[in-house]
Every structure is written in structure tokens, then in C-alpha cells.
DNA sequence: CTATTTTTGTTAAACGTTCATTTAATTAAA
DNA sequence: TTTAATTAAATGAACGTTTAACAAAAATAG
């Protein structure tokens, strides 16, 4: 719970200090001091603000959820309403945003699944996030695919999107978003009915034009 | 590094205590009184047999491990040498046996991806068998279908079951096992030739008489 | 077979460190 | 002169680890 008075600098300044520590040595040796010493400030700055280090971390997880919701409308408002593949690789590739799968920020997910398991907060605002991604897969799959079916290929799409994220998490590269977006593309082209593909494949060719 | 001379007991004893403590209160809060407790010995036991904290808790990742392997093994050992997709199903089944999505192992394993990303010793024990699923699938893909496109299935499989599996994490019922299969299986089967698909139904057939 | 020593397994207590948080004081702004 | 923003320093609790001692079992000697 951020204070009201707190000057605008000092939020985002914190939890990306924040995320800087996770990102050095790990959510267990972040401490208080580590992190207001990233953001050049005192440690009594975090219990001012946040009412402890809970609360600064909370905030830092709300903030990565904002950026993640934001990539994924942004990509949506730009889509044709009828092209359901195009909305759909939309999604993915918000999920993919380059904020997204930036170490630091994949490291600070990490950190926060499991930290989530025991702090209820963490896990509402955990699973607040999977019903979104669930509920915007389910919007346009619905409109091509019977009710189970959109369900189930729904859940596939999310636990691809999950997967290839924490596989990347351990991999040398990084996540690599162009073979993440080619393996859900792939999948969902063999899902979607034939007519739904040409629907995209249509509308992607007036686009160049 | 567990101490020779120790008492047949106590390694999994400890090793229980420990996945029962991060069951419990997360392994941020999960210290060597509290694990010792639920062993029901002293702290200093662990320093003695496991040279710390640490140690500990590499001994049970590996411990999960061993499991893990153990479980996708078995059921390799009793297919049929020339059906791919029986052994797939082995593979992915072992991934979700029993004892791996229970709910004391899943976040034990949620705890050690975020620790894993800052202990040199356990991120190497993560690769290694992500290494080993990657390649138990490629054995058998490679059999049924172009190198690069094995690689591309074996890479999807994988992050089905890691993305289905972490998504269990967050349920309140759990890892759906038998989802995660009929997800998987439906997969696998769009991609596959119609022959191997042949096969493993005439199989499964022969089986049953 | 008993007594004694040695080794093994275990622990209680103490140690030193680290940490998040609080307090009271200080600086800057209004 | 107030009020707001920030900090240095103090506080107290929690933690992992070490030490030194104790108990039990095994080995050895008489």
C-alpha cells in the first residue's frame, strides 16, 4: 500500500531497484539495505512508503503485472476484431514483450511464484493474472471453436506460453521469443478451422496493400 | 554431500522434513530448527550429515530428481520398442506421476527454479534434466520425423509439461494429470504421421487380446 | 562373559551475524 | 514557521553454524 504524499520518483525508482537486487543475488539475499542502496536511498525509505519490505514487493508485482496487461491491449487494439489468429498471436506476443523477458524481470516472476505459494496476496494477484490470459484466449476462441474445445485449447495456448517461458528462464539465451511465438502459432494453426485460417491469411494480404 | 557413516534413516528422513517445511511456510521461512523439528532431531544433525543448509537442499532437489527419472524410466522399460507414441505418453506420464505433482513436491520444486537461478550447483542439477527430458523426447521423434522438425515437437512437448505442471502450482485442485495428458496426447497426434498413428492403434489393439 | 576403552550418533547451548523495522533527529520545501 | 521528506543510528528478533559435552553402541582387553 503506497502513500499517498510519496513523490513520483520513488516508486518506480524502488521497484526497479527491487528487481535489480532479485536479478544479482536472488529474492533470499535481497535485503532492505541491498535495494535502497540500488535506488540511492535509505532503507527507512521502503517502510515510509510501503509499510515494509511485503508491501514493496507487492507493488513490484503489481507492476509487472500492469506492464503485462498493457503489452497485450496494445497489441489487441491494433488487431483487425474479426481475424481471431491475428488477436491471438496478439496475446502471445504481449506475454512476450520485451520488458516481459528481460532477466531481470523473468528472475523477479520466478522469485514471486514461489513466494506467492505462502503469501495469499501474492497468489491472488497470481491467479487474478492466469484468469485474465485465460479469459482473453477464451473471448476469440469461442468464436470459432465449440465451448469445450475453446477451453481446451485454450489451456494448451496458456500452459505453451508458460512453459516456454520458464524453460527460457534456465536457458543461456534467454527466452527466445520468435520460437515461442513460431511453436503457438504452429499449434494453434493446427486447432483453428481451416476457414478461420483463411479469414487471417485474407486479411493479412490487404494489409500490404 | 551426505556424510558416509550416516544412519540409513536419516537422509530421507531430513529430506522429507525439508519438502514438508516448504510445504508449509515456503523456503523462505523454512529454517533448520523447523525442518529438524518435523524429523523430530537436532539442527546440528543437519550441519553434521549435509555440511549446512545448502547442502540439504541439494540433497533433495536431487532426491525429486532421482524420483523423477525413476518414474519416467519404469514406464519406458514396459513399452513396446517400436511404438513412438506409447513411449511418448511414458515419457510425459512420468513427468506426472503421482508423487511428482503432489502438492509437497510441487512447490519444493517452485522453491528450487527461483533458488536454482542463484546457486550455481542447483541451476546446473535444473539443466541437466531439462537436458534429459528434451532428449528422451528427441530419441523418439527423431525416429518419426525430420531432425529440425523433431527438435521443434520435442521443444513444444517440453513446454506443454512445464507450463501444464506450473499452472497445477496455482490450482487449487492441483495438477490436472489427466488434462495435462489429453492435451499432450492431442498434441503429439497432430503432428506425428499418419503412420506412426497407425501403429501405436494397432498396437494398443494387440494388446487388449 | 565382564569391564573398559573407543567410536559413533546426537544434542543443548552459545556465538556471531544479518535482517527488517523503529525511533528520533536532520534537512529541505512550502 | 510549519510541514514534508529523508536519514543515521539503535533495536530486537531470527537465523545458520559451531562447540563442547553427553549418551549409546561397538570394539577391545582382561
Not at 503485472?65 to 496494445?74: E, F, I, T, Y
Not at 496475446?91 to 524481470?105: H, L, P, T
Not at 515461442?180 to 494453434?188: E, F, G, K, S, T
Not at 493446427?190 to 491469411?201: K, R, V
Amino acid at each position: 500500500m503506497p502513500k499517498v504524499g510519496m513523490p513520483a520518483i520513488r516508486k518506480p525508482q524502488l521497484i526497479d531497484a527491487t528487481m535489480k537486487a532479485i536479478d544479482a543475488v536472488g529474492l533470499q539475499k535481497a535485503s532492505v539495505v541491498m535495494i535502497s542502496g540500488y535506488a540511492g536511498v535509505s532503507p527507512a525509505i521502503i517502510n515510509h512508503y510501503f509499510g515494509g519490505k511485503e508491501g514493496l514487493l507487492e507493488e513490484t508485482m503489481r507492476s509487472i503485472l500492469r506492464q503485462l496487461s498493457k503489452a497485450v491491449q496494445q497489441r489487441l487494439a491494433q488487431c483487425d476484431k474479426d481475424d481471431v489468429i491475428e488477436r491471438i498471436i496478439a496475446i502471445v506476443g504481449g506475454n512476450f514483450d520485451s520488458q516481459q523477458i528481460d532477466s531481470k524481470v523473468v528472475k523477479t516472476w520466478l522469485a514471486f511464484w514461489s513466494l506467492a505459494m505462502h503469501q495469499p496476496q501474492l497468489f491472488r494477484l497470481q491467479r487474478a493474472n492466469e484468469k485474465r490470459l485465460l479469459s482473453h484466449l477464451l473471448l476469440e476462441l469461442k468464436r470459432v471453436l465449440p465451448a469445450p474445445r475453446a477451453k481446451f485449447v485454450a489451456l494448451s495456448i496458456a500452459a505453451l506460453i508458460d512453459g516456454i517461458w520458464l524453460r527460457g528462464a534456465f536457458s543461456p539465451n534467454g527466452v527466445d521469443k520468435d520460437l515461442a511465438q513460431r511453436i503457438i502459432i504452429d499449434y494453434v494453426e493446427t486447432q483453428l478451422p481451416p476457414q478461420t485460417l483463411e479469414i487471417h491469411q485474407q486479411r493479412q494480404l490487404l494489409k500490404k496493400n
